[in-house]
């Protein structure tokens, strides 16, 4: 139980196109999610934590209007990047959690984005 | 994320002995310690994970040692296996309704055959 999916688990697209990607909770609903991104050999950057029919919270730094989060269900939350560009490229992991007094955060298997 | 300290940043090992990880925090309200393990092109997946009103705690191989006065926890992997080769992150957050992870730097573990 307690699965995470992410798709597509890789996308390539031209520099000022914009991407989409999925997060979804399989087997359980998700109060919470974040999003993360991961640059080669170094540690998951928390994003943004999104509720379900609410507003996502960005962390400082991270461009709101740039990287779109819609959390439209318990179960899917999106992550779009709008007018991509090769700095963008990176790898985008989520994760969920059933919130509650539940500790654990559910990761998903992550999105390698590559901006041409 | 700067309030976690991950050491060491690699390591290797020999099949059969022992890795050691530590992790040393600053934020006193961190109230749920865990550890990640990640390998190449996935996601990280919760390892094995403690509470501060235990000293340790032990999953197999794997064991945790918490020492809340020092504000450091550790994670021990003993007999370790090629297949442990992989990235270790602690990542420690509050109790209650935060469920925000503070992730640490990572580990690279490499266990030699």
């Known amino acids: 139980g307690a699965v995470v999916s992410q798709h597509p688990s890789w996308v390539i697209c031209k520099s000022g196109t914009s991407v989409k990607i999925e997060c979804r909770s399989l087997d359980f609903q998700a109060t919470t999610m974040f999003w993360y991104r991961q640059f080669p050999k170094q540690s998951l950057m928390l994003m943004a934590t999104s509720n379900e029919g609410s507003k996502a919270t960005y962390e400082q730094g991270v461009e709101k209007d740039k990287f779109l989060i819609n959390h439209a269900s318990l179960t899917l939350s999106t992550l779009t990047v709008t007018s991509a560009h090769p700095e963008d490229s990176s790898f985008y992991i989520c994760?969920?959690?059933?919130?509650?007094?539940?500790?654990?955060?559910?990761f998903g298997p992550g999105t390698r984005l590559t901006v041409l | 994320q700067q309030q976690v300290k991950q050491s060491p940043q690699s390591l290797i090992v020999q099949k059969g002995g022992i890795s050691i990880i530590n992790c040393a925090y600053e934020n006193t309200a961190f109230d749920y310690f865990p550890w990640y393990q990640q390998f190449p092109g996935k996601g990280p997946a919760l390892l094995i994970a403690?509470?501060?009103?235990?000293s340790e705690k032990k999953e197999g191989r794997f064991t945790i040692s918490f020492n809340k006065s020092a504000k450091q926890f550790s994670l021990h992997i003993m007999d370790s296996q090629p297949g442990d080769s992989a990235t270790y992150f602690c990542?420690?957050?509050?109790?209650?309704?935060?469920?925000?992870?503070?992730f640490g730097a990572g580990t690279t573990v490499t266990v030699r055959a």
């Open positions: 994760s969920a959690t059933p919130g509650l007094d539940y500790n654990e955060q559910f």
């Open positions: 403690i509470r501060p009103d235990v």
């Open positions: 990542a420690p957050r509050p109790g209650s309704n935060d469920y925000k992870l503070s």
